[in-house]
């Protein structure tokens, strides 16, 4: 049974900073892209980054280019969400989630291509 756990969202004011990490459990890590997804309330699900199974590719939503950093660590079963300079509209839950398929990147932003979620860490950005 594959497990994802998330952790390091908070309350921040505008133009601060976070670091999302998501532990990864009962899955060979190094085969599988990840990604983050984010939800804020009576919104659907949206992308906002993923990383290919060997960090090599990175990927990101427009909202957030230039401001977020998403990488990797498959020695210890970990992606990391930097998020810098955060506004307001970035309020919501972050959830990390393994592509259904290894080594693959394509269609990284599609919700469907991933099957296995964390549960979710709140972020809040004050303005």
């Known amino acids: 049974q594959v497990q994802l756990v998330e952790s390091g969202g908070g309350l921040v004011q505008a133009g601060g900073s976070l670091r999302l990490s998501c532990a990864a459990s009962g899955r060979t890590f190094s085969m599988y892209s990840m990604g983050w997804f984010r939800q804020a309330p009576g919104k659907e699900r949206e992308f906002v980054s993923a990383?290919?199974?060997?960090?090599?590719?990175?990927y990101y939503a427009d909202s957030v280019k230039g401001r977020f950093t998403i990488s990797r660590d498959n020695a210890k079963n970990t992606v990391y969400l930097q998020m810098n300079n955060l506004k307001p509209e970035d309020t919501a839950v972050y959830y990390c989630?393994?592509?259904?398929?290894?080594?693959?990147?394509?269609?990284?932003?599609?919700?469907?291509?991933?099957?296995?979620w964390g549960q979710g860490t709140q972020v809040t950005v004050s303005s």
């Open positions: 990383i290919s199974w060997n960090g090599i590719h990175t």
């Open positions: 989630a393994v592509r259904r398929t290894p080594y693959t990147s394509g269609t990284y932003d599609r919700i469907r291509e991933y099957n296995y």
